[in-house]
């Protein structure tokens, strides 16, 4: 198996949605700001796979996020 190391990502993320009544004074015009933890499975020149859990048996995964390069604020590992 190989390491997959445990990172924190803050990344800009489109949010929407409707939850409900909201405020109109609201800043709705920016991306949130979204913070990810998990282990660093896979990096290409689009961006990073983040994996909640991993089978060592067998080496898959579940629970994953997709973040692209140009959203990533900072990335931080974790020991």
Same mark, same amino acid.
């Given at each position: 198996?190989?390491?997959?190391?445990?990172?924190?990502? @803050?990344? #800009?993320?489109? /949010?929407?949605?409707?939850?409900?009544? @909201? &405020?109109?004074?609201?800043? /709705?015009?920016? !991306?949130? *700001?979204?913070? @990810?933890?998990?282990? %660093?499975?896979?990096? &290409? *020149?689009?961006?990073?796979?983040?994996?909640? =859990? %991993?089978? #060592?048996? =067998?080496?898959? +995964?579940?629970?994953?996020? +997709?973040? !692209? /390069?140009?959203? $990533? $604020? *900072? $990335?931080?590992?974790? &020991?």
């Amino acid at each position: 198996m190989k390491p997959y190391p445990a990172v924190e990502v @803050t990344w #800009k993320d489109a /949010h929407g949605g409707d939850a409900g009544w @909201t &405020s109109v004074n609201r800043d /709705h015009g920016r !991306p949130a *700001k979204i913070r @990810t933890v998990g282990m %660093l499975a896979q990096r &290409s *020149k689009a961006g990073l796979v983040i994996v909640l =859990s %991993l089978d #060592k048996g =067998s080496d898959l +995964f579940g629970a994953y996020v +997709f973040i !692209p /390069h140009r959203n $990533i $604020i *900072k $990335i931080k590992g974790l &020991s």
